[in-house]
Each structure stands twice: as C-alpha cells, then as structure tokens.
C-alpha cells in the first residue's frame, strides 16, 4: 500500500497462499520510517477491529501541495500526539486486525449514507462491470432538491439494457438498498484533462421519472388514487404505478409518516406497520380504510379530567415553579401586530386545551377549559426597543418576568412578548407545559 504523499511506500506485507485465500485487502504494517493512525472524526484512536481514517506520520512525508494551500491545509494537519509534527490524511478507510496489520476497506469518498444504510459505491460499480457487454460503470450518490439523496448508476455498454434486468442482475449479489434508483446508459464517460472520469460533467437525472424498472399499472380505484397521490406528494415523483416499490422511489419511515398524514387529510386511514410491511400499492391498498368519523370541531368547555402527565406535575407539587415551554422566533422585517393577534386567537380558539386553566378544589386540582369569551384567552405584550443600543439585556428581564408570571389557576396558560429591536422583531412564545409538550 502507497501513496504519492508519503514517497510512495506506506506499508507491506508479505502474500502468502494464507493471505490469498483469505480475500481481505490486508496491507500490513507501516515500514519502519512511517507511523500509521486509524482515528475517528474526532481525531481519536479507533480500537482494534473500529474502521476510522487512516492517516501516516513520518519521514518522507511531503510537505503539501505546490500552489495549492487549501487542499495542504485540508489534508496534512497538525498531530495531534506529536507537537510541531503532521498528519497526512489518506481519505482512506481502515482498521487494526488484532495481530497488528491494516485493513484497507476503501475510499471515504465512495462511502455514501442511503436512508440509514452506509454502502460502498466501488462493491456497487464491481457488479455493474461484472455484467457481461458493460465496458464502464460509476456510481454516485444524486441529491435532490429536498437533501434525500438515491444511488445513480452511469454506464457504457455494447448493448441496451432494460432497468428491470439490470436490477434483477444487481438483486443476486446484493441488498435491495444497495441498488441504484436511477440507470442511465452513456455513449462514453466525460474525462477530465488528465483522463479521469468527470462527476460534474455526468448528467442529472431526471428527479420525477425515477426507473424501478417495473411495468406501469394505472390506479383504478379511488384508494389506489389516494395513495398515488399521497406518494407523489411525498417522494416528488410522477407517474407511479401500483408495482412501483415505495423504498426503490427514496422513501424511508420518516417519509411514511408523511404518507400517512397526506391520506388522513384525504379521508383514508393506514397503520404505520402495514405501510412499513407492504412497499407497493397494490399490497397496501387492502389495508387502506375510509375515514367514517369525523371528530366535532365545534368549541369545547367545561370540566376535563386531568391526563397522567398532568397528575404528575401535581403531584410532583410542581405549581410553584414555572414549568414551561418557551420559544423565540426572529424575523428581520417584522411582525404585522395586528395578524399576529389574530392569528394566536385563531389558535387559541381551536386548540381548546390552550384555554384551560387549573383550580384547586379540597387539595385537588381539576381543569376547567374556559370559553372563548370567557376572560383573557392570552397576552400579547409590545415592547418598542428600537432605540435601545443593547436589547439583550432588557429582552432578557422581560422573559424571565413574563415566565415567571403565567398562574395556573387564573390563566391565560399561553403568553406572548414582541420584542421590535433595531436588528427585527423577537418573537417570544411562553406555554405552560400543562398544555403542550415537545411533540404535540
């Protein structure tokens, strides 16, 4: 194993028939002028068998990159057991084996992360070149708009391929995950002017058309439709059909969550476990239900029995001490006073439980949800700081008062404070934690 940055020689390590039929890249150990260092991201010593970078210190280590401090800054950094001593970051991946060799097991750059699985584009790109006709082959990892990222596969054939057979050929060797949502078949590979293959140069693919490779079966029924539609939405693909599987389209179980909301909007019901289970929608679309009930969304008062995280709070006697959920919002071109007081009311008026308020009764407390015109539902205070120098200070008495300030017994539960500053507005939003938490 060598590298141009260190005169070639890094490591050896003698081939035996052993270490042949073994079939690991096994690079043995440093020659005696060069140590090597497998660290973490943090620049901390991976154990024995942890893959890390690997990076080399010693002699003959180069001193940079002519005319280029940048990439020489990036890449020799300062050590950080040695003081006054470099590191040269290799940018490749390893590991200690426990009778003291390396490891190679290939290139950080052609590692790439596919909802949640780490996959190696070179096993990927060995099976393409493995296929009989296919001359070149590249893969990378395609970003949409949206930051999801899916496997894009470039390649330069003598013959067509159809993309079904083309992942029926990749489903032999390897996981579904690790097989290209996109093909896209290349008269040649663009090269740079040193005759490396040119990434920037490959074409992009098209986002909304994505081959699965799969025959295209029209939705007939209005559930069909609604989950066509629900996914389209979701993963920013057009025409998906019913054979189409919704993990090869870069979905994964955050975006089932968001299938799910989109047809609960549209009238229909789906169980997270079935939308895990089943990937098409021809599977799911027997688990789909209508939506038969409606939940009233007229205006709710009167008693209410208290939730068990509302027990505990009482009995963890928490009432003297604020306990609440507080949140700044900022915005530079400020906030129209009016719309915002409409808005918090408009709120207040459709999520009930923002107006309840906590009594005690024969040393129990029980919760009372008051009526929209029943007293104060909220505050709204304007502070015109304008002309103030320095803000903080002030912004941050007022927050701490206005947290201070919330009783539960007398409500409202819900507090709010703009702050007009001469850098924008700052919004601050105080709820008691009686009636909202982190997720809901």
Not at 103 to 131: C, F, P, S, W
Not at 252 to 261: A, C, E, N, T, Y
Request: aromatic share 8%; proline share 5%.
């Amino acid at each position: 194993y060598g590298i141009t940055e260190t005169t070639v020689h890094v490591t050896y390590k003698e081939i035996t028939e052993i270490e042949i039929k073994d079939g690991r890249s096994n690079i043995g150990k440093p020659i005696p002028t060069l140590n090597a260092y497998i660290l973490n991201e943090q620049k901390e010593l991976q154990p024995i068998g942890i893959q890390g970078e690997l990076y080399i210190a010693g002699e003959g280590l180069a001193r940079g990159y002519l005319n280029r401090p940048d990439l020489t800054a990036e890449k020799f950094v300062d050590h950080p057991f040695i003081p006054g001593e470099k590191l040269y970051r290799t940018g490749d991946l390893a590991r200690w084996l426990p009778e003291g060799n390396i490891e190679y097991l290939g290139r950080i750059d052609h590692q790439v992360k596919i909802r949640g699985y780490r996959i190696e584009i070179g096993e990927i790109e060995t099976a393409l070149l493995n296929m009989e006709a296919v001359q070149e082959a590249i893969v990378v990892a395609h970003e949409n708009d949206n930051g999801d990222k899916a496997l894009c596969a470039y390649y330069v054939a003598s013959e067509s391929f159809a993309i079904s057979e083309m992942k029926e050929k990749l489903s032999v060797q390897m996981p579904s995950y690790m097989i290209p949502s996109y093909f896209i078949q290349l008269e040649k590979m663009p090269l740079t002017s040193n005759g490396k293959i040119d990434r920037k140069a490959l074409p992009l693919p098209d986002e909304k058309s994505i081959q699965t490779g799969v025959e295209y079966i029209a939705p007939c029924t209005p559930t069909e439709q609604a989950l066509v539609t629900a996914w389209e939405s979701v993963l920013g693909v057009k025409r998906i059909g019913l054979l189409d599987n919704f993990y090869d389209l870069g979905g994964d179980s955050i975006k089932s969550i968001q299938v799910s909301s989109r047809l609960f909007q549209a009238g229909y019901k789906v169980e997270m476990k079935h939308l895990l289970k089943y990937p098409t929608i021809a599977q799911l679309s027997g688990y789909v239900e209508c939506i038969t009930s409606v939940a009233e969304q007229g205006e709710i008062t009167g008693a209410a029995p208290l939730t068990p995280i509302q027990s505990w709070f009482f009995e963890e006697n928490f009432v003297d001490h604020y306990f609440n959920q507080a949140m700044m919002l900022y915005r530079p071109d400020r906030f129209d006073t009016a719309i915002l007081r409409k808005v918090i009311g408009q709120i207040v008026q459709h999520h009930d439980a923002l107006r309840t308020v906590f009594v005690k009764q024969e040393n129990e407390f029980t919760a009372w949800i008051r009526g929209i015109a029943e007293g104060e539902l909220f505050t709204l205070d304007v502070f015109d700081l304008q002309e103030e120098q320095d803000c903080a200070q002030i912004v941050e008495a007022r927050a701490n008062q206005i947290q201070s300030s919330i009783k539960i017994n007398e409500g409202p539960l819900i507090k709010l404070a703009l702050f007009q500053c001469p850098d924008g507005d700052h919004l601050l939003i105080v709820i008691h934690h009686l009636v909202i938490d982190m997720v809901s």
